[in-house]
């Protein structure tokens, strides 16, 4: 909620009544002033009582309860003016207003009764009152809402991000610790919905898995195979859970071990050199992994080339030669008696000219078609005399027709004469482009250790024992749990093979139809697993994705005015799951070497965009900090106020430094609220007095 | 309170969606909650598990209605 | 389609049992994308396709194992069904090359004399594809490891 004002009554050093203690609140940045131990802290300890009935006790370094704090409660003054045997009280009032404008006062009070002057019955339990405004009047809140009420004017979730110290911000976005971030876009986001569908899909998976099991083992027409195929699916599942812990891990630790690595080469001081060696690093890396893309591609694509690209028929040429000379034979008889054919369907028929007209001509020796003398002896009474013998030609069609199919398989061979002539020398250079690509990879990988041994040279050369020492452990790391990763797929992937040759052991085993609602169910839940999963992964890059920008625009915001700040913002995903934040030069080279008050002010930026990827927060919630810009110089500090005025819709700064009375004019910020100035008084002056302390609370008019 | 079409919106926005059902790329941009009886099994049954735990419904009660749902698309 | 072509498409060779293991070995049953076959080890993506390579590599090396009567083969696809085409049609016609078979006088066979010759057919296709496996089967026996590299069979072709 938005705070409108909180006033105190004797809270510690606020001595007097409500009105001349109050702070009103605007939208905008409102600042609070003061010098240390002028009530900066008591302020940020008043808004804590009001919500949560504890104030932070200095000397414990903590929060403590209302009954652990004791008479501490109260303003000094205030209990000096008690007189033995009477109350004291203090008070605090904090009106606040809802997304709907709703406004509540909460009111909380405690009574102590003065015993004498060093003793004092502080009642156990500080009471609260909350009223609602409605319509015209105030009216009490039924006590049963107080505690949603409560919750409402600051999530318990938010509150780490919304109401913090300056010193707090650190460990809030510790950068050396992963799951910082991670935890922070854990709470503030949606992303542990997709979570719990993830378990959801997870759980019904294995569960609709079983009971196909359950169901396959029904319907087994040899049962104790089945139960011994079930164990060892339980044990081989075991196994891969295990191995996929392991790789995690494993990833895990190497992401790791390449993050400290990267830290230490762009902590080196030759920063020519590093560059030199980073810009070679990346070429030869990037060259490296598409020959190695390329080469995989390759080696995959190998065996399918013996039938796309015909290698299988190498040196059958003998075999298509002899068939030719089949199917030449084959075509000979073919054609030959396909021309007798031919040659029999034109001949005269049998009974043409019938016998008795052949007898006569040759008994006139002359032939009556074409009138010429055939006297005996002669060809042409032998021709004439050759129409006797004449028998009857059957027609002669093949039972089969073979010549199309031979002819198709003469063309196809011919066809690829060529081809398979040439499958030597096809064969040959695509090894030799693979050996090329080998070579190429090997060369690549012996430069690139080369470089890094250069690395490892220059940070020899400037860098103590220690850093040399954590650079090695770095590098032997990644090339350790590189290798511990492979060697998790080789087994991730047998065993994936196994689980899969056992259900289709199971599978054989069944006799009859399995239960369609079963099998569906076991089908559907795999695919919802996977499906949640992989949009799980997308969201939470998406995300991250939009955080960084995020960050980086208010971080660019924050640090306009000073044109030395360089960097930005780059979140790292690491498996999927978490996030690591680190500060990169535009080569997206990690600065190692960026200032505390860079560093402070990228964790502020990237705090405000966690807060606003949900867009409600920053228009619903006054974000309160104490000491925020402590340590920053100046500019750095405006670039601050400024990004907090443009994405928060109400802010309340609670700091030592902001302007002197005589730099007003100084300030450059948009969007600013009300200033206040406290100020311990003690009237005579006596700084020893405190007992008389009071506090000024002054708006300033800027 | 999770926002279900939003979570609805983000999954079929993931192609993993096309790969795995029989929905065409260009339909599932017009999934919404209304039942549909002749949807694909998968989507529905994403639908139900969508619906079921942004109502708030406990795990083994979700497991249950998606099975129903299953069971309806058959 | 005559029923010469009928029944030289419809010839269903087959191996003997004892090469069962390694058509499982190196046969991606069920399909798969390449990239999913190649990490399984598979280099074959059915069995026909190991079973023509076994046939070439017989046949390249004249190393026809004999099959008798007695042998009970494993059957699988008909020949119509094998691809591509053109080494298919290739296997056939060197098939033909190495029988002893009257091309011309198939024409004009009765049914059973049909039969007859193109059981020779489907029999040199079995001995060579047999002797080849057997080839094989020598090779990984002699080195297993040999017998994992992505270029065990690519240089049986030299």
Known sequence: MIINYISMLNFQCFYGNHESNTVAFSDGINVIIGDNGHGKSKLWNAFYWALYDQIFDSDRERFVTTRQSGESIFSDRAKKECAVEEFVKAEIKLEVVDSQGVRFEIYRMLKAKKLDDHNWEVAPTSSILIRRYKVTQ???????????????VLPGHLKPYMWFQGEQVNSLMDFQNQTSLTQAIQLLSDITNYDDLVDITRDGKEKSAKELRIEQKRLSSDSSKSEAIERQVTNKQKDLEEE?????????????????????????????????????????????????QQLDSKIQALNKKLFSSHWVLKDCEPSITDFSGKYDKFLEHHYQKAALDKIAESQLPVDVPQPIFVNKMLADEACFVCGHLAPKGSDEYKHISGLLDRKIQSSTTFKNDCSSLFKKLYDNTTEYKNVISGIGSSISEEFSS???LRNEISS???????????????????????????????????????????????????????LEGLKTQTKKLVVGSPNKAVEAAAEIFNKLSVLALSTRGLVF????KDLEKSANDIYQSMTERNKSVIGRLNLRIMDSKTCFPEIVDSDGNSLAGSNDSNIRLVKLALMMAVLKSTSTWSQNYCLVSDAPTSKMSRNYAEGFYEALGKNFRQSIVITFDFVTETKKSD???????????LNSVIPDGD???????????KELDL | MANRNEILKNFTNNEKLYELSDVSPESLNDISFNPDPAGDVLVESLKKLIFSYCKGEAKITVIKNINIEIEKNL | MNMVEKKIYSISPGYLPNFKSMFKKYVQFGGGADSQRYVKGRYFSNVYEMYVFAFFLGLKKETPFEITDDDTLVKFWEIENWKPQEIRDHLIAS??????????????????????????????????????LKIIAALIEEDPDNAEQDTFFIKMLS
């Open chain 1, 434 to 436: 693979i050996t090329k």
């Open chain 1, 541 to 544: 890059s998406n995300l991250v």
């Open chain 1, 244 to 292: 996929e812990r392991d790789r995690e891990s494993n990833t895990r630790n190497k992401e790791e071990a390449e993050i400290g690595f990267d830290g230490l080469i762009n902590s080196m001081s030759d920063a020519q050199k590093r560059a030199e060696n980073k810009a070679n690093l990346d070429s030869l890396t990037n060259k490296r992994d598409a020959n190695s």
């Open chain 1, 138 to 152: 105030w009216q009490k809140v039924n006590e049963s809402e107080y505690r949603s009420i409560l919750e409402r």
């Open chain 1, 444 to 498: 690549d990988n012996k430069s690139i250790e080369d470089i890094n041994k250069s690395f490892g040279e220059l940070v020899e050369k400037d860098q103590s024992e220690n850093i040399i020492k954590e650079f090695r452990k770095h590098k032997k790391n990644i090339e350790d749990f590189t290798d511990a990763i492979n060697v998790n797929n080789i087994k991730i992937n047998r065993i994936t093979d196994e």
């Open chain 1, 667 to 677: 300030i450059k910020i948009n969007n600013l609220g009300k200033v206040y100035k």
């Open chain 1, 687 to 697: 700084r020893t007095k405190r007992d008389d302390l009071y506090t000024e609370i």
């Open chain 3, 95 to 132: 098939s033909i090359a190495r029988t002893d078979i009257d091309l011309f006088s198939l024409q004009d066979l009765d049914e059973r004399e049909l039969t007859a010759e193109i059981g020779k057919l489907k029999n040199t296709i079995e001995k060579y594809a047999n002797g080849g």
